[in-house]
């Protein structure tokens, strides 16, 4: 099982490849067309058989999901960040 602190440091390091990668986001419009996407590759992961699903991956769309929706309150200036 994973523990808090770890997932934390899953998503700060996700939200920080992404910072590099990616230009800040505009709006919040543009954050849930974002959280969208990465919502719908976590659902594909659940939706799979159990025998076929990896906890990896279900583990990694989770962080992803985390990350941008954090990113998203950060770009929008709904909390302080360390990003943009």
């Known amino acids: 099982m994973l523990n808090e602190s770890l997932f934390a440091r899953l998503v700060r390091r996700e939200l920080e490849r992404a910072r590099e990668k990616h230009p800040p986001q505009h709006n919040l419009h543009e954050g849930v067309a974002i959280l969208f996407e990465e919502l719908c590759e976590f659902w594909d992961e659940v939706r799979k058989q159990t025998g076929e699903r990896k906890d990896e ?23 302080a960040g360390g990003g943009s």
Do not use: Y
């Open 57 to 79: 991956a279900v583990l990694k769309e989770l962080v992803q999901v985390s990350a941008m929706a954090q990113r998203c309150a950060e770009d929008c200036g709904l909390v």
